[in-house]
């Protein structure tokens, strides 16, 4: 409809991003999508489901009712939760068919009492420490392997630094990286057979392609876009941002030298000038940071600043300079217009985030407006 504010999701750009990232990846390592955050703000249900025509049937969330709603809207393949369920849900868990991850040994012998057989990827946390179980506690953690109501299809850890490319940063990832191997040739030697392997996000592939893995859980490098730009990995991929943001013009107006506007009258215009209230807010995840001058937008193919405070709803520009703007025009927030172009990085950057913050942040009001060919 593109009536008042929307993300124009270009699927095009989401299968040629899966492919050319699964082509970084060894032969019989899979694309392990990562769609929780509704698909990090472009819709968990639509993008699960077009990466599936191109072959992808892996996907990750990070909570119980994202695997859920990913299932009511009949998407097939395995959806492993990374995140930690109440036992209240396990019984959703078995009804939809979902696999999760056993964030500690303790928790794995919780899954295993539930008493219906249930599919689990174990986590080992390798110095992190967020999820997982110890990466030294192997007796433990070939325990969960001996639960008989525990199906164990994989085996998993994350990297805490694998966009820093630093000598620092390297030998953290490597130091975590060994004490992975190093619990899985343990476990190799007691006889175990191992499960599906992974460790890497987005930035691990980028960084460290070369590691063996039976998945890659990939999220943000999906939707065409890094953490930062300035981002330096081993690895340059043709990424194409999959989002824009657009909203509209839902007035212009005139005002004189001295008048202010918006809440808390924190602009004051310096001469006569016309403005446009664009139909967007903070509601809808365009950061109130970015008010009075932190941030611009297109309209018209041509840059206009945020001026004043941006509202739950709408945000007020300045377009003194731009001729002819007019009520229902479209502004772009993220993305092209005419030779002009703004960044998710950018606008992450200019309200002090990353881009994996600023699209998960998406509100529910945007609507998606999808493109393909
Ligand atoms: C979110 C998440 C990912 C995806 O990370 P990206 O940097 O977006 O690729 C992978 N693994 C885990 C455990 C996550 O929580």
Known sequence: MKSRAWAEINLNHLRHNAKVLKKLLPPKCEVMAVVKANAYGH??????????????????????????????????????????????????????????????????????????????????????HRLGEDYQNVRGIAGMFACKNLSVEGIFTHLGMADDSSPAGMNFSRFQI?????????????????????????????????????????????YGVLSTAEDQTKLSVDLRPVLSLKARVALTKEIGAGETVGYGCRFTAPYDMTIAVVSIGYADGFPRCLSCGGGYVLVKGKKAPVIGRICMDQLMIDCSGIPDVRQNDIVTLIGEDGTERITAEQVAKQAGTITNELCSRLGNRLERVYVSD
């Not at 992975?180 to 007691?190: E, H, I, S």
């Not at 070369?210 to 943000?220: F, M, T, V």
Request: aromatic share 10%; hydrophobic share 40%.
């Open 178 to 222: 060994d004490n992975f191997y190093g619990v899985l040739a343990q476990l190799r030697d007691w006889g175990y057979d191992l499960p599906n392997v992974h460790i890497q996000s987005s930035y691990g592939v980028l960084n460290f392609p070369e590691l063996q893995c039976d998945y890659a859980r990939i999220g943000i490098a999906l």
């Open 43 to 128: 819709g968990d249900a639509v993008v699960a489901k077009e990466l599936n025509l191109i072959g992808i049937s892996a996907f990750a969330v990070a909570a119980i009712r994202e695997g859920v709603h990913l299932r009511r809207q009949g998407i097939t393949g395995e959806i492993l939760i990374l995140g930690y369920t109440s036992p209240e849900e396990f019984a959703d868990l078995v009804r939809y068919d979902l696999t999760q991850t056993v964030v500690d040994c303790e928790y794995g012998k919780l899954l295993d009492q539930y008493g219906r057989k249930i599919k689990v990827h174990v986590k080992i946390d390798t110095g992190m």
